[in-house]
């Protein structure tokens, strides 16, 4: 059994008078909010790689028609490297990962990169 009698109980905190000094006014301020930074997926040249199979990669992976699969393939074996797509870091890894086990599985060393975009 309790042998201390209860403490009283705490005063209710009653609103400010509607037109007293006392009252709070809360201003709403907008928020700006950065959209995701993107990153851009990047085939690398090689000497080893088809160029058919790395037409067949743009397709699947990428949903390129032939013919744009195509130009970015040639971009790649001329330039060194072609951009295949641009999206939020989290699909631009799962990209490059597809797109690396897919290579891997066929017995080719193909290089594929995400990089920021600036």
Same mark, same amino acid.
């Given at each position: ?11 209710? $905190? ?9 009252? $709070? ?26 160029? &058919? ?5 743009? %397709? ?16 790649? +074996? ?20 597809? $797109? %690396? %086990? ?5 017995? +080719? ?5 995400? &990089?920021? $975009?600036?």
């Amino acid at each position: 059994m309790a042998t201390q009698n209860p403490g009283k109980p705490p005063v209710p $905190v009653t609103p400010p008078a509607v037109g007293s000094d006392d009252s $709070v006014v809360l201003e709403r301020r907008s928020q700006r909010v950065k959209p995701p930074q993107m990153y851009q997926v990047v085939l690398l040249n090689d000497d080893f790689t088809p160029m &058919e199979f790395v037409v067949l990669v743009i %397709q699947e992976f990428f949903g390129k028609d032939r013919e744009t699969a195509t130009q970015i393939m040639l971009k790649i +074996h001329l330039e060194g490297k072609g951009v295949c797509g641009v999206y939020s870091r989290d699909i631009a890894i799962t990209k490059v990962d597809q $797109v %690396q %086990q897919a290579a891997r599985s066929a017995g +080719h060393p193909l290089q594929c990169l995400s &990089e920021p $975009v600036e």
